[in-house]
């Protein structure tokens, strides 16, 4: 792309997607960031009215939306970290020569096809469930009483639940990034006295840490916006023990019928995201550069 | 102190006997190189003797102590890889400072040993570089640098050069020969490159299939081969094997002579047509087609204007010729 004349046709060649992409972000954006600052509820449709920030006002004054902003960031940190860090040791696992490694490694990737709203299922009704369960039999075979984690360790569960989900995109990503350190790297530490830890801590984490920075920011994007699983399992409940913002936005529009504070919610989780996306990028996106 | 010595060492990898047995000795402060063509054992002799790879049988022993199942790290030497191996991420500093710190040094000392290690190389204004900064050339320095701060019992070379230009390789076989000459540590270089093996060894160790050839100084090797391979394989160009009814006129089934032992012009006994002429400008090669002979190479001096097409007479320079028997070994 040398001349004027061809950069010219490039650039007329890329819009139409490039237009697209702009008005499929803009126009939602545009819409929500309208409908936060009407009176706007389904209740009573055609007496929309222009209120301000009230709806901001409202919608971070109830009761529900520190602990929402909490409960948020803790499943994307609990998230983060299970995923993380059972990556790193799973690609470790994998990364080690041993007899049926492909269909292990297909088999370690599967969690990652199924549906969240599945796999949120799964979970409930046949490893948490408090009669039916997999770990309500294991408790009873044990003599002990049955955990109910769903109602007595909400939050925690989700997470598990998540991190299970997100466990295999971890691992791929790093056991790649595993594959292609250097073999004699790792021989000529070895000559010079470094042991096994030692190799790993000097060698193999700094080697990783690109692909560990790709696996956070990709991994807290998709985080910030957890919802199938809460909503089937429990419902942000009990009390508000497992509401994110984005369930809490769900449950301002749709079952308070409150389309105007939940867009007020939405516009709120939209500035949360770019914060935490500073915040990240100011921690880590120095890692990316080669 | 350095001394190696390896008694009936062997490797398999599985079925495949890649060494089938290997004696030699390595004296202190000596220059040693392994040389031979590619897949002949040369490397993984290396790293058998480095700890990298387990011996299937046989003994090696680092100055009269049984190494043989010691880690790398306890048998003190130091090794150089042919990608360099380098620790991307760290400074060259930190690079050469590695091993100190894997083996608990003090930093002052540690800082001591790099600036030494540093200033030998010539890589004072480099330390706070990445690797990826640097050239090729500075790469490897830094993995001699590497190597040296351990103050090693003997060093391994392994194809130090071959990820190097021409002009380059040849100025840093100079600088690992004057290493050697201010270190006076024993060393080990594995090579398939002949040059380096001729212009850099104390003594020579040919290796063919896991086996050795022939060992000596670079000049006995060149003067008398032991055996139709090591003849083939050291001096560049290679020397002219002939045989047939020529080699029966001497009693051998094959006889050999470097290209510099053929005179042309006289009345020499071989004719032939020059087929193609290299002037280098100090000598000239030429291959000339010398019927039953087969194709020769010859050297001649760099006046000598010779063309493709020309015929010419050439006569062997007498005691320079080889003589090998039906078994391919050197006849008295």
Redesign the interface.
């Known amino acids: 792309m040398a001349t004027a004349h061809s950069r010219t046709a490039a650039r007329l060649m890329l819009s139409p997607a490039v237009i697209l992409l702009l008005l499929w972000m803009i126009v939602p954006l545009g819409m929500t960031l309208y409908f936060s600052f009407l009176r706007y509820n389904l209740l009573m449709p055609g007496m929309e009215t222009f209120v301000g920030f009230e709806n901001y006002y409202y919608f971070i004054n109830q009761p529900a939306f520190w602990s929402a902003l909490s409960n948020t960031l803790i499943l994307v940190l609990g998230v983060l970290c299970i995923t993380v860090v059972g990556g790193i040791l799973l690609a470790l696992l994998l990364d080690q020569p041993f007899w049926g490694q492909g269909i292990v490694r297909v088999l370690v990737i599967a969690p990652f096809f199924v549906m969240p709203t599945v796999s949120a299922l799964v979970w409930k009704n046949m490893f948490m469930n408090p009669v039916n369960g997999i770990f309500a039999h294991i408790a009873k075979s044990l003599g002990l009483q049955p955990f109910d984690f769903l109602s007595h360790a909400p939050l925690a569960s989700i997470i598990l639940i998540v991190a299970w989900q997100w466990l295999p995109f971890a691992t791929l990503i790093l056991l790649t990034a595993l594959q292609s350190l ?1 073999r ?2 790792q ?8 042991g096994w830890m ?1 190799r790993f801590v ?2 193999t984490v ?2 990783l ?1 690109r692909s560990i920075t790709v696996v956070i920011l990709i991994q807290t994007i998709f985080l910030l916006s957890v919802f199938a699983e809460i909503l089937v399992t429990t419902n942000g409940g009990p009390g508000t023990a497992s509401t994110n913002l984005t369930y809490l936005v769900y449950a301002q529009s749709l079952l308070n019928y409150d389309v105007g504070g939940g867009s007020a919610g939405g516009i709120i989780a939209v500035i949360l995201a770019n914060i935490v996306a500073i915040f990240l990028m100011r921690m880590i996106g120095k890692n990316l550069e080669a | 102190m350095g001394k190696i010595t390896l008694n009936q060492v062997r490797k398999s990898f599985g079925e495949v006997d890649v060494i089938p047995g290997i004696d030699l000795s390595v004296e202190d402060g000596e220059f040693v190189v392994f040389v031979g063509p590619s897949g002949c054992g040369k490397s993984t002799l290396l790293r058998l003797i ?3 790879e387990d011996t299937s049988g046989g003994i090696i022993s680092i100055d009269g102590m049984d190494a043989t199942d010691l ?3 306890k048998r003190r ?3 150089v ?3 360099y ?6 400074s060259v500093r930190k690079n050469i400072a ?2 100190l710190k ?2 608990g040094m003090d930093p002052a000392e540690q800082e001591k040993r790099v600036s030494h290690a540093a200033k030998i190389l010539n890589l004072g204004a480099y330390l706070d570089r990445r690797p990826g900064q640097l050239s090729g050339g500075q790469r490897q320095r830094v993995a001699i640098g ?1 190597a040296i701060v ?1 103050e090693p019992a003997a060093f391994l070379f392994d194809e130090p050069l071959s990820n190097l230009d021409a002009a380059l390789r040849v100025s840093m076989r100079q600088e690992i020969s004057e290493l050697h000459q201010t270190l006076k540590t024993t060393m080990i270089y594995v090579t398939h490159d002949q040059v380096e093996a001729m212009t850099m060894a104390d003594k020579i160790v040919v290796l063919n299939a896991g086996r050795i050839e022939q060992v000596g100084s670079p000049m006995e090797l060149y003067r008398s081969p032991a055996n139709l391979f090591v003849a083939g394989f050291i001096g560049s160009p290679k020397m002219n094997l002939i045989d047939g009814a020529e080699a029966d006129k001497h009693g051998a089934t094959t006889i050999g002579i470097r290209p510099e032992h053929i005179d042309i012009g006289g009345d020499g006994p071989w004719e032939g047509v020059v087929g193609l002429s290299e002037h280098l400008g100090s000598d000239t090669f030429l291959k000339v087609n010398a019927g039953t002979l087969g194709t020769l190479t010859v050297r001649a001096s760099g006046e000598v204007m010779m063309h493709h097409g020309d015929s010419i007479r050439m006569s062997p320079q007498p005691g320079k010729i080889l003589r090998f028997g039906a078994d391919g070994k050197a006849m008295a």
């Open positions: 250097d004699e790297q021989e000529a530490a070895e000559m010079d006295g470094a030692q000097y060698l700094p080697h840490t | 480095a700890g990298l880690p790398p790290a030497l130091a090794m890889f042919q990608s191996a380098l620790y991307p991420h760290m590695f091993p894997m083996a590497r351990r």
